[in-house]
Structures are given as structure tokens and as C-alpha cells.
């Protein structure tokens, strides 16, 4: 006899909250000089950060997809099933705002292959350790998140032409914030393995990125302008600036008891949900279909 009984369906990303959404961002053809308040040095920053994002995530994908098989809890399978998809579709999209750069003159190609290389590196340690600078690199990501989506700082800052995708980047960062840390503690954290991803992860990723930042002065010709270095060196690590308080925000890893969802975001979630993807979203036009039941 056979079953011919339905097998329930398989929970998905969208299921859980960590919806893929298949945008596709009309850029266009010429980005604004200087999209970070028309401030060379800070727009180079940032030139610099979408560079790197693509094989970042790919590498925070791998060190996860590495223990997928442990997860047996079909919530979480789910979750890491969203939170691969969501990487893949930012990485494709900062692919293509990273050729938009290279088309303003900006070689972002050396920050990405430098973080490639130091990712590289970073990839020779144990899939264990890999793991756990993955949930400090997304502890990072989740901070930054928070940060851009919690003020409106960012958007009176960055150029409207490229504003919404950080600002869509940002809501799906925060929507799976906890996925990497989730699976981590399936295998067991380790206090000296977090501990020790602090250094591994500023010795390679952190040297790559500000050499990355570096050259793009260089070769843009910024390092001969004091007056631009000044300003956006302020505007980003000045104190009470953006880069300042994300990076104060993050020893807060290391505690013993951290977990990602100890500071709680959804209420902040659910608002730019309702103000990217709701019925009168300013990015669900863009939406290339609907992300299942949960878009927003
Ligand atoms: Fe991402
Ligand atoms: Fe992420």
C-alpha cells in the first residue's frame, strides 16, 4: 500500500521571518560624486565596505552551511535557510553597486580582493573557529544594522541613489542576526574560541578592509586633500559618529552570556518592514515577486 498522503511542507526562510526578497535596485547610470556628504574620505569608506561585502558573506555562508547538517530542529534549519539566501541576494546586489562604483572611478576591487585574501587566511583555522568569527563578523553587521536603521543620520547623509539598498541590507541583517550564533551554540561555544576571533578577525579582515580604505585615498588622490581627511574621518570615527558608536558596541561579544537577541530590535524590524516592503513600501515595487507569506 501506498502513502499517498501530502508530506507536510518543508518550513522555509519566509516561515520564520528571515524572508528572501528578490530585489533588483535600479542604480543609476552615474552615482553622485561623493555620496557620503559630499565628503570624499567617507564615501571611500563606504566604497570600501559594499567591496568587501561580497566575499564576506559568501565566507560567513560557507562557515555556516559547514555545520548545517548538525541542526536538527526544524525552526532553525529554517532560519538557516533564510539567513543563506538573504547573503546571497546582498551580495549580488553590492556586486552591482560595486561595478557602479568601479564605473565612478573607484578600483573597489583591491579592498575586495585583499579581504578575499585575508579570508583566505582566516580559512585555514578549524571550521570551529571559523564559525565563531563568522558570529562576531555578524554581531558587527547586526550593530551596524541597528545603528543606520535607528537614526535618521544615515539617510540624511547618503545619496538617495544608493540609500535604499544599505537601508534594505540593514533590515535583513538585523532579521537574521541570530542565526549564526544559534548554530554555533548547536555545536557548543567556546569562551577562548570567541575570544581568540577577535584578534584573527582584526589581524585579517580589519588590516585588509583599512588597507582597502587606504588605497582607494591614495589612488583617488584624497590623501592630498587634509581638509577632506579631517571631516570624513570625523563624520566616521569622530566622537558620537557612526563608526564610533558601532565599534563601542562591540565588547559586548565577548560577554559570557551574549546572545544576539539579549538586545531586542524587532519592534525596529517591524517598522522598516512596513516602510521598505509595506503596502505602501517605498522598495515593494522592486520586488521582483512576493517572499513568501511573511514580507512583511
Ligand atoms: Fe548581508
Ligand atoms: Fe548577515
Same mark, same amino acid.
Not at 50 to 64: K, L, N, Y
Not at 155 to 175: N, P, S, T
Not at 242 to 259: D, G, S, T
Not at 260 to 270: I, N, V, W
Given at each position: 500500500?501506498?502513502?499517498? *498522503?501530502?508530506?507536510?511542507?518543508?518550513?522555509?526562510?519566509?516561515?520564520?521571518?528571515?524572508?528572501?526578497?528578490?530585489? /533588483?535596485?535600479?542604480?543609476?547610470?552615474?552615482? &553622485?560624486?561623493? &555620496?557620503?556628504?559630499?565628503?570624499?574620505? $567617507?564615501?571611500?569608506?563606504?566604497?570600501?565596505?559594499?567591496?568587501?561585502?561580497?566575499?564576506?558573506?559568501?565566507?560567513?555562508?560557507?562557515? +555556516?552551511?559547514?555545520?548545517?547538517?548538525?541542526?536538527?530542529?526544524?525552526?532553525?534549519?529554517?532560519?538557516?535557510?533564510?539567513?543563506?539566501?538573504?547573503?546571497? %541576494?546582498?551580495?549580488?546586489?553590492?556586486?552591482?553597486?560595486?561595478?557602479?562604483?568601479?564605473?565612478?572611478?573607484?578600483?573597489?576591487? +583591491?579592498?575586495? !580582493? *585583499?579581504? *578575499?585574501?585575508?579570508?583566505?587566511?582566516?580559512?585555514?583555522?578549524?571550521?570551529?573557529?571559523?564559525?565563531?568569527?563568522? &558570529?562576531?563578523?555578524?554581531?558587527?553587521?547586526?550593530?551596524? $544594522?541597528?545603528? %543606520?536603521?535607528?537614526? /535618521?543620520?544615515?539617510? !540624511?547623509?547618503?545619496?538617495? /541613489?544608493?540609500?535604499?539598498?544599505?537601508?534594505?541590507? &540593514?533590515?535583513?541583517?538585523?532579521?537574521?542576526?541570530?542565526?549564526?550564533?544559534?548554530?554555533?551554540?548547536? %555545536?557548543?561555544?567556546?569562551? !577562548?574560541?570567541? /575570544?581568540?576571533?577577535?584578534?584573527? +578577525?582584526?589581524?585579517?579582515?580589519?588590516? $585588509?578592509?583599512?588597507?582597502?580604505?587606504?588605497?582607494?585615498?591614495?589612488?583617488?588622490?584624497?590623501?592630498?586633500?587634509?581638509?577632506?581627511?579631517?571631516?570624513?574621518?570625523?563624520?566616521?570615527?569622530?566622537?558620537?559618529?557612526?563608526?564610533?558608536?558601532?565599534?563601542?558596541?562591540?565588547?559586548?561579544?565577548?560577554?559570557?552570556?551574549?546572545?544576539?537577541?539579549?538586545?531586542?530590535?524587532?519592534?525596529?524590524?517591524?517598522?522598516?518592514?512596513?516602510?521598505?516592503?509595506? $503596502?505602501?513600501?517605498?522598495?515593494?515595487?522592486?520586488?521582483?515577486?512576493?517572499?513568501? !507569506?511573511?514580507?512583511?
Amino acid at each position: 500500500m501506498t502513502d499517498t *498522503a501530502p508530506r507536510p511542507r518543508r518550513l522555509q526562510g519566509a516561515d520564520v521571518g528571515i524572508p528572501p526578497r528578490q530585489l /533588483d535596485f535600479r542604480l543609476p547610470d552615474e552615482l &553622485a560624486p561623493w &555620496a557620503y556628504s559630499e565628503n570624499a574620505t $567617507a564615501t571611500l569608506f563606504l566604497a570600501m565596505l559594499s567591496a568587501i561585502f561580497p566575499p564576506g558573506e559568501d565566507f560567513f555562508v560557507r562557515s +555556516v552551511v559547514a555545520f548545517r547538517d548538525r541542526v536538527t530542529d526544524e525552526e532553525l534549519r529554517a532560519r538557516v535557510a533564510g539567513f543563506t539566501a538573504q547573503e546571497v %541576494i546582498h551580495s549580488r546586489e553590492h556586486d552591482r553597486l560595486n561595478a557602479a562604483f568601479r564605473d565612478r572611478g573607484f578600483p573597489v576591487g +583591491v579592498p575586495e !580582493k *585583499a579581504v *578575499a585574501t585575508a579570508l583566505k587566511v582566516l580559512g585555514r583555522t578549524s571550521p570551529r573557529q571559523q564559525l565563531a568569527c563568522t &558570529a562576531l563578523m555578524e554581531h558587527f553587521t547586526a550593530v551596524l $544594522a541597528e545603528d %543606520i536603521l535607528s537614526t /535618521d543620520e544615515f539617510q !540624511k547623509r547618503v545619496h538617495g /541613489d544608493i540609500c535604499e539598498l544599505w537601508l534594505w541590507h &540593514a533590515l535583513e541583517e538585523l532579521e537574521h542576526k541570530s542565526v549564526t550564533y544559534e548554530v554555533y551554540e548547536v %555545536i557548543g561555544t567556546d569562551q !577562548k574560541e570567541r /575570544d581568540r576571533s577577535v584578534p584573527l +578577525v582584526l589581524g585579517t579582515v580589519g588590516v $585588509a578592509a583599512v588597507f582597502g580604505w587606504a588605497y582607494l585615498l591614495v589612488q583617488q588622490g584624497v590623501w592630498r586633500r587634509p581638509r577632506d581627511l579631517r571631516e570624513g574621518w570625523r563624520l566616521m570615527f569622530g566622537p558620537g559618529q557612526f563608526m564610533r558608536r558601532v565599534l563601542a558596541r562591540m565588547p559586548v561579544f565577548n560577554h559570557p552570556r551574549f546572545h544576539p537577541d539579549r538586545h531586542d530590535t524587532r519592534a525596529l524590524e517591524q517598522r522598516w518592514r512596513e516602510t521598505l516592503f509595506g $503596502a505602501q513600501g517605498t522598495l515593494t515595487e522592486h520586488l521582483r515577486r512576493p517572499a513568501g !507569506k511573511r514580507t512583511v
